[in-house]
């Protein structure tokens, strides 16, 4: 299984960016899906994430400013950014949670660097 995350970017400071990541490969279904970032010398965090029943969680440093969505049909999910703020700068990786037909694997995607310049 392959993740495969775009979006990335520089963008001013009240900005906006989307970032999407589709999973491709040996997919039976995928249960929750979710992004994270690590900005350097910090450790990764959970940015948001979503469940296969549409459920959704935000750190509380992005709530009211990112909304995480998926599109079931293209095992893709989506990170929209607004109001962008120079603490958001980071490499953000998505993540999935992925059945196979002869088990089940924690997936990451390879990283998309996004900075916010102030």
């Known amino acids: 299984v392959q993740l495969q995350a775009s979006g990335g970017g520089l963008v001013q400071a009240g900005g906006s960016l989307r970032l999407s990541c589709t999973a491709s490969?040996?997919?039976?279904?995928?249960?929750?899906m979710g992004w994270y970032r690590q900005a350097p010398g910090k450790q990764r965090e959970l940015v948001a994430a979503?469940?296969?029943?549409?459920?959704?969680n935000y750190a509380d440093s992005v709530k009211g400013r990112f909304t995480i969505f998926r599109d079931y049909a293209k095992n893709t999910v989506y990170l929209q950014m607004n109001s962008l703020k120079s603490e958001d700068t980071a490499v953000y990786y998505c993540?999935?949670?992925?059945?196979?037909?002869?088990?089940?694997?924690?997936?990451w995607g390879q990283g998309t660097q996004v900075t916010v310049s102030s």
């Open positions: 993540n999935a949670d992925i059945e196979h037909w002869v088990g089940r694997e924690d997936c």
């Open positions: 490969g040996d997919i039976f279904s995928i249960n929750a």
């Open positions: 979503i469940t296969s029943g549409g459920s959704t």
